[in-house]
Protein backbone atom coordinates (compact mmCIF):
# COMPACT_ATOMS: atom_id res chain seq x y z
CA UNK A 1 0.00 0.00 0.00
CA UNK A 2 0.97 3.48 -0.32
CA UNK A 3 2.10 5.05 2.92
CA UNK A 4 3.21 8.72 3.86
CA UNK A 5 6.69 7.35 6.23
CA UNK A 6 8.12 9.21 8.03
CA UNK A 7 12.01 8.16 7.50
CA UNK A 8 13.60 10.24 9.83
CA UNK A 9 12.69 12.51 12.87
CA UNK A 10 13.21 16.57 11.81
CA UNK A 11 12.21 18.65 9.27
CA UNK A 12 8.49 18.40 7.20
CA UNK A 13 10.89 17.38 4.06
CA UNK A 14 11.40 13.84 5.81
CA UNK A 15 8.21 12.75 4.82
CA UNK A 16 7.64 11.08 1.92
CA UNK A 17 5.17 8.70 0.30
CA UNK A 18 6.32 5.37 -0.16
CA UNK A 19 5.41 2.02 -1.05
CA UNK A 20 5.00 -0.20 2.48
CA UNK A 21 3.73 -3.69 2.28
CA UNK A 22 -0.22 -3.92 3.24
CA UNK A 23 -1.11 -4.25 6.99
CA UNK A 24 -3.05 -7.17 8.53
CA UNK A 25 -5.37 -7.53 11.56
CA UNK A 26 -4.15 -9.57 14.43
CA UNK A 27 -6.77 -10.73 17.36
CA UNK A 28 -8.50 -7.67 18.57
CA UNK A 29 -8.20 -6.02 15.58
CA UNK A 30 -9.42 -5.07 12.14
CA UNK A 31 -8.36 -3.06 9.21
CA UNK A 32 -9.52 -0.14 7.92
CA UNK A 33 -9.41 1.36 4.41
CA UNK A 34 -8.08 5.01 5.73
CA UNK A 35 -10.61 7.58 4.11
CA UNK A 36 -9.65 10.57 5.98
CA UNK A 37 -6.82 11.48 8.49
CA UNK A 38 -6.95 14.89 10.02
CA UNK A 39 -2.84 16.38 10.26
CA UNK A 40 -3.17 16.91 13.79
CA UNK A 41 -0.24 19.47 16.04
CA UNK A 42 0.58 16.62 17.64
CA UNK A 43 2.14 15.48 14.65
CA UNK A 44 4.38 17.86 14.36
CA UNK A 45 6.03 17.02 17.68
CA UNK A 46 6.23 13.75 17.24
CA UNK A 47 7.40 14.35 13.46
CA UNK A 48 10.16 16.84 15.37
CA UNK A 49 11.44 13.58 17.53
CA UNK A 50 9.98 15.24 20.28
CA UNK A 51 7.40 11.90 21.29
CA UNK A 52 9.62 9.05 23.00
CA UNK A 53 7.26 6.29 22.09
CA UNK A 54 7.85 6.66 18.29
CA UNK A 55 10.57 4.88 16.15
CA UNK A 56 10.87 6.01 12.68
CA UNK A 57 10.57 4.32 10.14
CA UNK A 58 7.70 5.88 11.50
CA UNK A 59 3.93 6.67 10.02
CA UNK A 60 2.23 9.09 11.82
CA UNK A 61 -1.92 9.98 12.06
CA UNK A 62 -3.99 9.42 15.24
CA UNK A 63 -7.13 11.12 13.70
CA UNK A 64 -8.67 8.55 11.08
CA UNK A 65 -11.72 7.52 9.76
CA UNK A 66 -12.41 4.62 7.36
CA UNK A 67 -14.00 1.55 7.03
CA UNK A 68 -13.89 -1.96 7.88
CA UNK A 69 -12.34 -4.22 5.31
CA UNK A 70 -11.11 -7.46 7.35
CA UNK A 71 -11.43 -8.52 10.94
CA UNK A 72 -8.56 -10.24 13.17
CA UNK A 73 -9.84 -13.68 14.10
CA UNK A 74 -11.58 -13.15 17.63
CA UNK A 75 -13.67 -9.67 16.61
CA UNK A 76 -17.42 -10.23 16.48
CA UNK A 77 -18.97 -6.98 17.18
CA UNK A 78 -17.24 -5.00 14.07
CA UNK A 79 -17.92 -6.34 10.93
CA UNK A 80 -16.48 -5.78 7.06
CA UNK A 81 -18.40 -2.50 5.89
CA UNK A 82 -18.67 -0.68 9.43
CA UNK A 83 -17.46 2.48 9.31
CA UNK A 84 -14.85 3.55 12.13
CA UNK A 85 -12.96 6.79 13.86
CA UNK A 86 -10.45 6.07 15.84
CA UNK A 87 -9.52 7.27 19.30
CA UNK A 88 -5.68 8.81 19.71
CA UNK A 89 -5.04 6.02 22.16
CA UNK A 90 -6.24 2.63 23.87
CA UNK A 91 -6.85 1.52 27.08
CA UNK A 92 -7.00 -1.40 28.41
CA UNK A 93 -11.30 -1.15 29.75
CA UNK A 94 -10.27 -3.69 32.73
CA UNK A 95 -8.14 -1.63 35.52
CA UNK A 96 -9.00 0.81 38.30
CA UNK A 97 -8.44 3.84 35.65
CA UNK A 98 -10.64 2.39 32.90
CA UNK A 99 -13.28 1.37 35.51
CA UNK A 100 -13.24 4.73 36.79
CA UNK A 101 -14.24 5.57 33.26
CA UNK A 102 -11.01 7.20 32.73
CA UNK A 103 -9.51 5.48 29.82
CA UNK A 104 -6.74 8.19 29.12
CA UNK A 105 -4.86 7.08 32.39
CA UNK A 106 -4.86 3.68 31.35
CA UNK A 107 -1.16 2.26 31.55
CA UNK A 108 -1.59 -1.26 30.68
CA UNK A 109 -2.56 -0.49 27.31
CA UNK A 110 -1.48 3.11 26.20
CA UNK A 111 -0.61 2.37 23.02
CA UNK A 112 -1.28 5.79 20.44
CA UNK A 113 -2.06 5.92 16.52
CA UNK A 114 1.45 7.08 14.96
CA UNK A 115 3.30 6.23 17.87
CA UNK A 116 3.58 2.78 18.86
CA UNK A 117 0.80 1.87 16.33
CA UNK A 118 0.94 2.77 12.50
CA UNK A 119 -1.01 6.07 12.34
CA UNK A 120 -3.27 6.97 9.08
CA UNK A 121 -1.21 8.80 7.28
CA UNK A 122 -1.78 5.48 4.89
CA UNK A 123 -3.94 3.69 2.47
CA UNK A 124 -4.98 1.07 5.34
CA UNK A 125 -4.01 1.09 8.88
CA UNK A 126 -4.57 -1.84 12.19
CA UNK A 127 -6.89 -0.72 14.17
CA UNK A 128 -7.40 -2.39 18.13
CA UNK A 129 -11.08 -2.24 18.75
CA UNK A 130 -10.57 -0.74 22.30
CA UNK A 131 -9.35 2.07 20.05
CA UNK A 132 -12.26 2.70 17.35
CA UNK A 133 -15.77 4.48 17.63
CA UNK A 134 -18.56 4.10 15.52
CA UNK A 135 -19.22 6.69 12.80
CA UNK A 136 -23.10 7.37 11.53
CA UNK A 137 -23.78 6.55 8.14
CA UNK A 138 -24.19 9.99 6.62
CA UNK A 139 -21.50 11.78 8.07
CA UNK A 140 -18.45 12.73 5.95
CA UNK A 141 -15.16 10.73 6.39
CA UNK A 142 -13.40 14.19 6.79
CA UNK A 143 -15.28 15.01 9.47
CA UNK A 144 -15.13 11.95 11.18
CA UNK A 145 -11.82 11.40 11.31
CA UNK A 146 -11.13 15.08 12.83
CA UNK A 147 -14.33 14.49 15.55
CA UNK A 148 -12.27 12.46 18.04
CA UNK A 149 -9.28 15.02 18.68
CA UNK A 150 -11.04 18.16 17.84
CA UNK A 151 -14.73 18.00 19.60
CA UNK A 152 -13.58 14.53 21.62
CA UNK A 153 -11.10 16.58 23.41
CA UNK A 154 -13.25 19.82 23.93
CA UNK A 155 -15.90 17.12 25.36
CA UNK A 156 -12.89 15.92 27.30
CA UNK A 157 -11.95 19.06 28.32
CA UNK A 158 -15.37 21.90 28.77
CA UNK A 159 -16.92 18.75 30.38
CA UNK A 160 -14.99 16.04 32.01
CA UNK A 161 -11.62 18.04 33.56
CA UNK A 162 -13.06 21.95 33.11
CA UNK A 163 -16.55 21.22 34.71
CA UNK A 164 -17.32 23.92 32.83
CA UNK A 165 -21.04 25.49 34.31
CA UNK A 166 -23.57 28.15 32.81
CA UNK A 167 -22.64 32.05 33.35
CA UNK A 168 -18.38 31.15 33.84
CA UNK A 169 -16.05 33.15 32.22
CA UNK A 170 -13.51 30.72 29.99
CA UNK A 171 -10.41 32.26 28.81
CA UNK A 172 -9.40 29.54 25.79
CA UNK A 173 -5.74 30.34 24.11
CA UNK A 174 -4.76 28.77 21.20
CA UNK A 175 -8.19 28.78 20.24
CA UNK A 176 -8.05 29.24 16.28
CA UNK A 177 -6.62 25.42 15.95
CA UNK A 178 -9.21 22.36 15.23
CA UNK A 179 -9.38 21.61 19.51
CA UNK A 180 -9.34 25.60 19.78
CA UNK A 181 -12.71 25.82 17.85
CA UNK A 182 -14.53 23.11 19.09
CA UNK A 183 -13.38 24.25 22.57
CA UNK A 184 -15.24 27.70 21.75
CA UNK A 185 -18.17 25.83 20.52
CA UNK A 186 -18.93 23.83 23.18
CA UNK A 187 -18.17 26.32 25.96
CA UNK A 188 -20.42 28.56 24.39
CA UNK A 189 -22.96 26.11 23.94
CA UNK A 190 -22.58 25.27 27.58
CA UNK A 191 -23.31 28.52 28.51
CA UNK A 192 -19.90 30.34 29.28
CA UNK A 193 -18.94 33.23 28.56
CA UNK A 194 -16.03 32.53 26.13
CA UNK A 195 -13.37 34.93 25.51
CA UNK A 196 -10.76 33.77 22.74
CA UNK A 197 -6.87 34.17 22.37
CA UNK A 198 -5.36 34.08 18.65
CA UNK A 199 -2.12 35.10 17.35
CA UNK A 200 -3.44 36.68 14.32
CA UNK A 201 -6.13 39.06 13.09
CA UNK A 202 -7.34 36.97 10.43
CA UNK A 203 -8.91 34.31 12.51
CA UNK A 204 -10.77 36.71 14.77
CA UNK A 205 -14.05 36.44 12.52
CA UNK A 206 -13.76 32.55 12.34
CA UNK A 207 -13.17 32.78 16.20
CA UNK A 208 -16.05 35.05 16.32
CA UNK A 209 -18.25 32.74 14.04
CA UNK A 210 -17.32 29.49 16.61
CA UNK A 211 -19.18 31.88 19.33
CA UNK A 212 -16.61 33.63 20.80
CA UNK A 213 -18.21 36.39 22.97
CA UNK A 214 -14.85 38.26 22.58
CA UNK A 215 -11.66 37.55 20.99
CA UNK A 216 -8.03 39.18 22.14
CA UNK A 217 -6.03 39.19 18.73
CA UNK A 218 -2.07 39.01 20.31
CA UNK A 219 1.01 38.65 18.44
CA UNK A 220 3.96 38.80 21.49
CA UNK A 221 1.37 36.67 23.92
CA UNK A 222 0.76 39.35 26.24
CA UNK A 223 -2.63 39.51 27.11
CA UNK A 224 -3.75 38.95 30.72
CA UNK A 225 -4.08 42.84 31.32
CA UNK A 226 -6.87 42.65 28.34
CA UNK A 227 -8.45 39.66 29.69
CA UNK A 228 -8.27 41.63 32.78
CA UNK A 229 -10.21 44.81 31.19
CA UNK A 230 -12.95 42.59 29.44
CA UNK A 231 -13.98 40.77 33.36
CA UNK A 232 -14.11 43.95 34.80
CA UNK A 233 -10.78 43.19 36.32
CA UNK A 234 -11.99 40.03 37.69
CA UNK A 235 -10.35 37.49 35.61
CA UNK A 236 -11.83 34.39 34.14
CA UNK A 237 -12.86 31.18 36.18
CA UNK A 238 -11.39 28.89 33.74
CA UNK A 239 -9.28 29.11 31.43
CA UNK A 240 -8.45 26.17 28.41
CA UNK A 241 -4.54 26.44 27.78
CA UNK A 242 -4.46 24.83 24.51
CA UNK A 243 -0.69 26.43 23.86
CA UNK A 244 0.72 25.36 27.04
CA UNK A 245 4.47 26.96 28.24
CA UNK A 246 4.48 30.20 25.54
CA UNK A 247 1.02 31.47 27.11
CA UNK A 248 1.22 29.62 30.55
CA UNK A 249 2.07 32.68 32.63
CA UNK A 250 -0.38 35.38 31.27
CA UNK A 251 -3.35 32.52 31.99
CA UNK A 252 -2.31 32.39 35.63
CA UNK A 253 -2.34 36.10 35.74
CA UNK A 254 -5.70 36.37 33.70
CA UNK A 255 -7.59 34.06 36.35
CA UNK A 256 -9.49 34.49 39.24
CA UNK A 257 -9.60 33.40 42.70
CA UNK A 258 -10.40 30.28 42.72
CA UNK A 259 -10.02 29.99 39.17
CA UNK A 260 -9.93 26.18 37.08
CA UNK A 261 -6.73 26.06 34.24
CA UNK A 262 -7.11 23.08 32.20
CA UNK A 263 -3.93 22.15 30.69
CA UNK A 264 -4.43 20.26 27.28
CA UNK A 265 -1.36 21.49 24.79
CA UNK A 266 2.16 22.62 24.99
CA UNK A 267 2.80 23.56 21.34
CA UNK A 268 6.44 23.89 22.07
CA UNK A 269 7.34 21.31 24.22
CA UNK A 270 8.57 23.77 26.72
CA UNK A 271 8.54 24.66 30.38
CA UNK A 272 7.86 27.23 32.55
CA UNK A 273 8.54 29.05 35.57
CA UNK A 274 5.66 28.98 38.25
CA UNK A 275 5.57 31.03 41.28
CA UNK A 276 3.52 29.00 43.33
CA UNK A 277 2.28 31.74 45.53
CA UNK A 278 0.11 32.59 42.59
CA UNK A 279 -1.19 29.14 42.97
CA UNK A 280 -1.46 29.32 46.44
CA UNK A 281 -3.28 32.96 47.37
CA UNK A 282 -5.63 32.66 44.35
CA UNK A 283 -6.46 28.43 45.23
CA UNK A 284 -6.07 28.09 41.56
CA UNK A 285 -6.79 24.39 40.27
CA UNK A 286 -4.35 23.18 37.52
CA UNK A 287 -5.67 20.36 35.96
CA UNK A 288 -4.26 18.02 33.15
CA UNK A 289 -6.47 17.19 29.73
CA UNK A 290 -5.41 14.36 27.94
CA UNK A 291 -6.78 12.29 25.02
CA UNK A 292 -10.44 10.89 24.71
CA UNK A 293 -12.74 8.25 25.76
CA UNK A 294 -14.72 6.28 24.20
CA UNK A 295 -17.63 7.65 25.61
CA UNK A 296 -16.29 11.26 25.22
CA UNK A 297 -15.63 10.66 21.62
CA UNK A 298 -19.55 9.22 21.07
CA UNK A 299 -20.68 12.50 22.78
CA UNK A 300 -18.59 14.28 20.32
CA UNK A 301 -20.01 11.90 17.49
CA UNK A 302 -23.82 12.81 18.04
CA UNK A 303 -22.84 16.25 18.92
CA UNK A 304 -21.09 17.08 15.65
CA UNK A 305 -24.12 14.54 13.89
CA UNK A 306 -26.97 17.36 15.78
CA UNK A 307 -25.19 19.91 13.85
CA UNK A 308 -24.70 21.40 17.51
CA UNK A 309 -20.53 21.53 17.32
CA UNK A 310 -19.85 22.50 13.59
CA UNK A 311 -16.55 20.65 12.33
CA UNK A 312 -13.59 22.75 10.77
CA UNK A 313 -12.52 21.11 8.32
CA UNK A 314 -10.60 23.62 5.92
CA UNK A 315 -8.79 21.62 3.17
CA UNK A 316 -8.60 17.31 1.88
CA UNK A 317 -5.41 16.96 0.69
CA UNK A 318 -3.50 14.20 -1.03
CA UNK A 319 -1.29 11.79 0.85
CA UNK A 320 1.29 13.40 -0.73
CA UNK A 321 1.14 16.75 0.41
CA UNK A 322 1.78 15.53 3.54
CA UNK A 323 5.02 17.52 4.18
CA UNK A 324 3.16 21.20 3.11
CA UNK A 325 0.28 20.71 5.71
CA UNK A 326 2.76 20.17 8.37
CA UNK A 327 4.52 23.23 6.99
CA UNK A 328 1.38 25.20 6.94
CA UNK A 329 0.52 24.24 10.27
CA UNK A 330 3.84 25.17 12.04
CA UNK A 331 3.47 28.31 9.97
CA UNK A 332 0.43 28.62 12.09
CA UNK A 333 -1.66 29.41 8.25
CA UNK A 334 -4.40 26.79 9.07
CA UNK A 335 -7.86 28.05 10.79
CA UNK A 336 -9.59 24.28 11.67
CA UNK A 337 -8.56 21.27 10.18
CA UNK A 338 -6.25 19.84 7.44
CA UNK A 339 -7.17 16.34 6.65
CA UNK A 340 -4.82 13.50 4.20
CA UNK A 341 -7.21 11.75 2.33
CA UNK A 342 -5.51 9.19 0.08
CA UNK A 343 -8.84 9.12 -2.04
CA UNK A 344 -8.09 12.85 -3.04
CA UNK A 345 -6.48 13.66 -6.21
ZN1 LIG B 1 -4.98 15.08 17.12
ZN1 LIG C 1 -6.99 0.23 31.67
Known sequence: MEAVVLREFGAASHLAV????DPHPGPGEVLLRVRACGVCYHDVINRRGSLPRTSVPAILGHEVAGEVIEVGPDVTTWHVGDRAATLQRLSCGACPSCDAGRGSLCKRDNRFFGEELAGGYAAMMVAPIAGIGRVPDDMAWEVAATVCCTAGTAVHVVRTRGRIRRGETVLVTGASGGVGLQTVQLARLDGARVIAVTSSPLKARALYNAGAHEVVVTRDLDFAQQIRRHTGGEGVDVAIEIVGSATFAQTLKAMRPGGRVVVVGNLESGTIDLNP???IVKEL??????????????TALALTHAGLLTPFVTEVLPLRDAAAAHIRLENREVAGRLVLSPDAI
Open 277 to 279: GLV
Open 285 to 298: EILGAYATTQAELE
Open 18 to 21: QSVP
